[in-house]
């Protein structure tokens, strides 16, 4: 086995793990542009040549990029939830910034407990945090996977078991390596238009690949997609603006608060992979990408007699009125008792008549938004990258016979906000209604060494040595928004909002830039010790500027029973380091508190008022996890299952937000924070929750001659537990219920595909359990959601050799989300209707299969 055919054959393919470019193994195409056979060859998960799925001593799941495609969805998150039972992702119609970048989750653990790989490179996180995640991912900053278009990639890997030890922080629930399309030739362009059955989300896709060759010895692969979505809406009048507009009110808006998928407009990417044979067992490579969205999603509808700071104080017994030319020094403006529609009362007509003095010197914003607001939250996201590097053999010395992969990433995310249709009501009647609020902005920089040789040690198969250094800089950057979005006016010491109501600009104080490096050398062994038994070992050792440094290690093993049977396991540590955007950040943004909204701060947690409840520089999560299963493969049959169970301590969370108190105040005011009245309740990040994940992943796969065609039935099933096995009153017994209850246990899927020479079709079952859902982040508006079933189908037409046409829909049987309760209510809560149904949803948000209902969609496609 030390031959040069091993050398060229196997080692070549050790070095590009870690570079993600192994020459593909699946099948030539037909004439027919039909279902292609995914290639069963994973790069993840091992430092050795590339495994087949049923060799990997740790189980991975790899989708190819086709079917990715034969989905309704353009998204890749959705594209994903239908082929990972693990993988979730929810819809989020109103989550500040999580708007943008919607955070997903794997194995049940947050966002950026998944480390996402580009060509088996680690890919930069977003620069976005979600504010509002949902309980799972408070505070959670991960990779924006959806810029990645199914049309660009070859296939995608999902490792289903830790691997820091191999890949660094961020490992913790996972690995998903999306490899990009190598092909020096030919290509295919599509068009897809697709909506949901309630007439809304109209989408339509234009998505683009084409190989060409670069000299005879490379391949220069690019590939595009564009896309716009109009918005949904899932909503019903909300119950106190249906109360004031039946009292007269003629500017309350049909649906005065929307609940629904955000707009998306000029969703714009490009993916480039190029490849170049140098000579000498040695090849260059460079792939990367430019992406760019615009997006823009509601808030939350503010009622024009009660909202606090803005129209009233004193929860609407009172109109807030504000003196222009100052207090008691002038005319003195009225004090107005709200009825049942102000609009309508005679002394509020007095201060709105500004053709008086009285109108001319007082102010309420009923005169600017008569019939309430509803703010319009959106941004600008930019995503760019690029990776370029050299791999192959050294030739004598005495590294003679290694490979190696030296290569440098430089990958940046900016999000620019902005907010309409709002104001800032301290600035009175001279306040814009949009506002630029500012930008985030991401860069993260890696250079990477790898070397690997199969060395011989007496067994009947060299071991596979590999070892290498990892060098990153992480830099958050925060840029201040328009003076506007954070002024305080001259209305402020009268009890008005100061900056952008509902999200106000980041100020000069908060702007500034954030960064940290780390360095990291691993080890990494894996051998035969005979023919049927595989062992691996790896350790990495890393250390951060900010918080120190960190040891892991990983043990994998796969024994091989008989030709059809094997048993697999491993043991690991792993750590996710913090961000840098979670230890700097600053931010203030609308939240609900006890069911009433208020403006919330969220503070860095080193600030010295986040002291004052005990917050204190984060640390890394530590985690501990064990895995076994056992794989099967009999001709055309495939079965896996695996147990997993995961430990994580030091969970990072977005605390709980404290409702402040005078006292607080007071002690803002003597630590000079400005105008620190303009806010109600405050919180900032925390290591201070601990989980115990366990659970199973069942895969199996078979196919035969069916109706005169091929025919293949898939099988994928997930049950997932999360317990929180220790936590503090930072964390709450709210966020607790959603971290163990808001995914389901149970998930699942069963496909049955069919194809023949001029037609191809499939239908999916996706099955969802029990789970917790959330409406409006509030505990009283919750409850358990029945489990549900959706189905998915698709049936493609290959006219000729070039074009094809396909129709389909997801939840083809428009199976709806949990319904919200609209029954009026006994408990004690406003106007006496239930806490949900005063929001104006007609579904919890937080549904797992989406609250939109059925989508129908047609593509056509062109292959060359």
């Not at 999902?158 to 890949?167: C, E, I």
């Not at 949904?232 to 507009?245: G, L």
């Not at 608060?257 to 140098?278: A, K, R, Y």
């Not at 908060?510 to 595989?534: H, I, M, N």
Request: aromatic share 12%; net charge negative.
């Amino acid at each position: 086995m030390s031959t040069k055919l091993f050398r060229t054959a196997t080692l070549t393919l050790a070095v590009s793990i870690a570079l993600g470019t192994a020459p593909a193994y699946a099948e030539e195409n037909s004439s027919k542009v039909k279902v292609k056979d995914v290639e069963r060859i994973a790069v993840v998960g091992s430092r050795s040549a590339p495994r087949s799925v049923a060799d990997s001593p740790v189980p991975i799941d790899i989708i190819g990029g086709d079917d990715l495609e034969k989905m309704g969805s353009s998204d890749m998150l959705d594209q994903l939830v239908g082929s990972v039972p693990s993988f979730n992702v929810h819809a989020n119609p109103i989550s500040d910034a999580a708007t943008l970048v919607r955070p997903v989750n794997l194995r049940g653990l947050s966002s950026d407990s998944t480390l996402v790989l580009l060509n088996g490179k680690r890919r930069h996180r977003a620069s976005v945090i979600a504010f509002q995640g949902g309980g799972i991912n408070d505070g959670a900053q991960g990779p924006d996977i959806s810029v990645i278009p199914s049309i660009a990639l070859k296939q995608v890997e999902v490792l289903r078991d830790g691997a820091a030890a191999q890949y660094g922080s961020d490992a913790i629930a996972g690995v998903m390596n999306f490899v990009l399309k190598d092909a020096a030739e030919g290509g295919s362009f599509s068009v897809k238009h697709g909506e949901y059955y309630e007439g809304d989300g109209a989408t339509t896709t234009y998505a683009g690949n084409v190989g060409m060759p670069l000299t005879k010895d490379g391949y220069a692969n690019l590939s595009f997609q564009y896309k716009n979505a109009d918005a949904t809406s899932r909503s019903v009048q909300v119950a106190n603006a249906a109360t004031i507009a039946a009292a007269g009110n003629t500017f309350i808006a049909e649906e005065a608060q929307v609940w629904g998928s955000p707009e998306v407009n000029d969703d714009t990417t490009i993916f480039g992979n190029i490849g170049l044979d140098l000579g000498n067992d040695k090849k260059f490579y460079m792939f990367g990408n430019y992406s760019e969205r615009d997006v823009k999603g509601g808030f939350y509808w503010r009622n024009p007699h009660n909202r606090s700071s803005i129209y009233s104080n004193d929860g609407g017994d009172t109109l807030l009125v504000g003196d222009l030319d100052g207090v008691d020094n002038g005319i003195t403006c009225p004090t107005i008792a709200i009825g049942a529609n102000v609009l309508d009362q005679a002394d509020y007509q007095s201060i709105a008549d500004n053709s008086t003095a009285l109108g001319k010197n007082c102010f309420a914003v009923n005169e600017t938004y008569p019939g309430g607001y509803t703010p319009n939250f959106g941004g600008n996201v930019v995503d760019t990258s690029l990776t370029v590097g050299v791999e192959g053999e050294i030739n004598g010395g005495m590294l003679d016979e290694v490979y190696f992969d030296i290569s440098g990433s430089v990958g940046r995310n900016k999000s620019s906000f902005s907010i309409v249709n709002t104001i800032n009501s301290s600035m009175g009647p001279e306040s814009p209604k949009d506002f630029n609020l500012g930008d985030y902005t991401q860069l993260e920089k890696t250079f990477n060494l790898d070397l690997s040789k199969g060395v011989e040690v007496g067994l009947n198969s060299p071991m596979n040595v590999a070892g290498g250094l990892e060098w990153r800089e992480e830099t958050f950057e925060i840029g201040a928004g328009d003076q506007y979005s954070f002024l305080a006016g001259p209305l402020i010491d009268q009890g008005f909002n100061l900056g952008s109501h509902g999200f106000p600009g980041f100020q000069p104080s908060q702007a500034g830039v954030f960064s940290r490096r780390s360095v990291a050398a691993y080890v990494d062994v894996e051998a035969y010790l005979t023919d049927d038994f595989l062992v691996g070992a790896a350790l990495r050792y890393e250390d951060f500027s900010s918080f120190g440094d960190t040891l892991n290690y990983k043990l994998t093993a796969q024994y091989s029973i008989n030709d059809e049977l094997s048993i697999r396991g491993s043991v690991s540590t792993g750590f996710r380091a913090p961000t840098v955007g979670q230890a700097n950040v600053s931010n203030v943004s609308t939240a609900l508190e006890d069911g009433e909204l208020t403006d919330s701060a969220l503070l860095p947690p080193t600030s010295e008022f986040s002291k004052l409840f005990g917050g204190k520089e984060l640390e890394p999560e530590q985690s501990n996890s064990y895995a076994f299963g056992a794989v099967y493969q009999n001709g055309d049959f495939f079965f896996t299952a695996d147990y997993y169970h995961i430990e994580v301590d030091d969970r990072i969370t977005q605390s709980d937000r404290t409702a402040l108190e005078e006292a607080d105040y007071a002690k803002l005011e003597a630590l000079n924070v400005a105008n620190p009245r303009s806010v109600g309740t405050v919180s900032f990040f925390a290591n201070d929750f601990d989980t115990t994940t366990q659970g199973v992943d069942i895969v199996a796969n078979y196919g035969m001659q069916l109706f005169e065609g091929d025919t293949k039935f898939s099988l994928a099933y997930n049950w997932n537990e999360t317990d929180v096995t220790g936590s503090s009153e930072i964390t709450g017994a709210f966020k607790v219920k959603r971290l163990e209850e808001g995914l389901p246990q149970h998930r699942g899927s069963f496909t049955v595909s069919q194809s023949w020479d001029d037609i191809s079709m499939y239908v999916r079952g996706n099955y969802f359990g029990e789970y917790h859902a959330v409406h409006v982040d509030y505990d009283l508006a919750a409850q358990d959601a029945d489990a549900a079933i959706t189905f998915d189908a698709e049936v493609s037409y290959f006219i000729n050799d070039s074009f094809t046409v396909a129709a389909g829909a997801q939840n083809i049987f428009d199976q709806q989300a949990e319904e919200l309760e609209f029954e009026e209510s006994s408990r004690n809560h406003p106007d006496g209707f239930t806490p949900n149904n005063q929001w104006g949803g007609k579904y919890y948000e937080t549904s797992p299969f989406g609250f939109n209902g059925g989508f129908y969609y047609v593509k056509v496609t062109y292959n060359f």
